[in-house]
């Protein structure tokens, strides 16, 4: 009998009752994620179950942006997330206003957001990406000039995959200076209004992962000492460096796929450590080394306790102006049309 049992009985009993579906993120607390959610997965295959759900609520045990997808994708459906404190640093680092800005310094320039970004946001791009889709996105803009944010990690990450160059518009007090910095926070030798100096590059922004730049390739360099033969698994949103020491990247079903697909004598995972205990929960003759030494505070906002709660008051309600909710549309579609 799972701990919490009462509660989780509740959950599905109320979900009946409201005619709900429940999505969970691969982030989700053990509990949570094994009894309570319809589907389970990345942001990527969420909102393709938001998009095709025949239920009247959505409940996205998940942080405010991908229940924000959801309400873009099903506007007649009601969508609910069980705390808007569920934020992320990604999504908190760039505005609309941003991307304003951006546009008028590089006109005509394509702008890919990625799908950790909120709603407004996503409305002023061309096209939204996940980490599970980011090199195709990028693929089928060809090879000029994109802007690819908010985030830096990721952003390299692809760049690199792709054998682009990537630079940074420079920034101080806030402002743009109009000269450019590479990957480590250099300036560079090209300026904003010179366009043959940028032409070609992946144009990037300066936002992280609050969870996934913690990581360091000595995290993985030490636990290689101990165990040569462990298979490194790492999230897109690690800095490059981590990238560059692990054995595989790709989004949080990626990794899940690769270790239920493959034999390894040990498992060493680069990201939010409650994904690290539900691989562990489902693998248990997998042998998943512990670097668990961070849990994304925000979908640690999400409780079995809150979940209750939504069903019960149908809150918290995600709610768009339609004519932004269109415009969002339009890039997320795109995205999925890939
Ligand atoms: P995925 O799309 O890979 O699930 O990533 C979402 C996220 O927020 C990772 O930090
Ligand atoms: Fe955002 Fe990082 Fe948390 Fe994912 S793990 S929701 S990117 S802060």
């Known amino acids: ?3 919490k049992a009462e509660l989780i009985l509740d959950i599905l009993k109320l979900k009946e009752e409201k005619n709900a579906v429940i ?28 998009a095709n759900t025949d239920k009247d609520v959505i409940v996205f045990c998940g942080v405010v ?18 705390s808007l404190d569920a934020g992320c640093s990604l999504a908190e680092s760039i505005s609309a206003d941003d991307i304003k800005a951006l546009r ?18 996503k409305a002023e791009s061309d096209y939204c990406c996940t980490s599970g889709n980011a090199d195709r996105v990028m693929k089928h803009l060809g090879n000029d000039t994109v802007i690819f944010l908010p985030d830096r990690f990721l952003a390299s990450n692809v760049a690199d995959q792709l054998g682009r160059r990537i630079i940074f518009p420079e920034k101080k007090h806030g402002k743009f200076t109009g000269n450019f ?15 043959a100096s ?31 033969d462990v298979v490194v698994l790492a999230h ?7 990238i560059k020491e692990a054995d595989f990247a790709g989004s949080t079903s990626a990794m899940i796929d690769y270790v239920q697909k493959t034999q390894a004598p040990h498992y060493l995972l680069m990201t939010e450590c409650s994904m690290g205990d539900n691989i562990m929960a489902a693998n248990p003759e997998k042998d998943m080394l512990r670097l668990c030494s961070v849990r994304c505070p925000h979908m640690n906002q999400i409780s079995l ?25 339009l890039a997320v579609e795109r995205m999925l049309a890939l």
């Open 1 to 3: 009998i799972p701990i």
């Open 23 to 50: 999505l969970g993120h691969n982030y989700m607390e053990p509990a949570l994620f094994t009894y309570v959610p319809d589907y389970k997965g990345d942001s990527l295959e969420l909102s393709r179950k938001a």
């Open 65 to 82: 942006f991908m229940a924000e997808t959801a309400k873009i994708l099903s506007p007649d459906k009601t969508v609910l997330v069980p």
């Open 104 to 121: 008028e310094l590089f006109p005509g320039v394509p702008v890919v957001s990625y799908v950790n970004t909120y709603a407004d946001v």
């Open 181 to 195: 910095t590479d990957r480590y926070g250099k300036t560079i030798d090209a300026r904003i209004d010179e366009p």
């Open 198 to 228: 940028w032409k070609g590059a992946v144009i990037g922004w300066d936002g992280r992962c609050e969870v996934h730049e913690k990581y360091t390739p000595d995290d993985i360099i030490r636990v290689r000492q101990q165990f040569p």
């Open 236 to 242: 897109p949103e690690c800095p490059p460096e981590v």
């Open 305 to 329: 306790e809150q979940t209750k709660t939504a069903l019960e008051e149908l809150r918290y309600q995600i709610e768009l102006d339609e004519d932004l909710r269109k415009r969002a549309l």
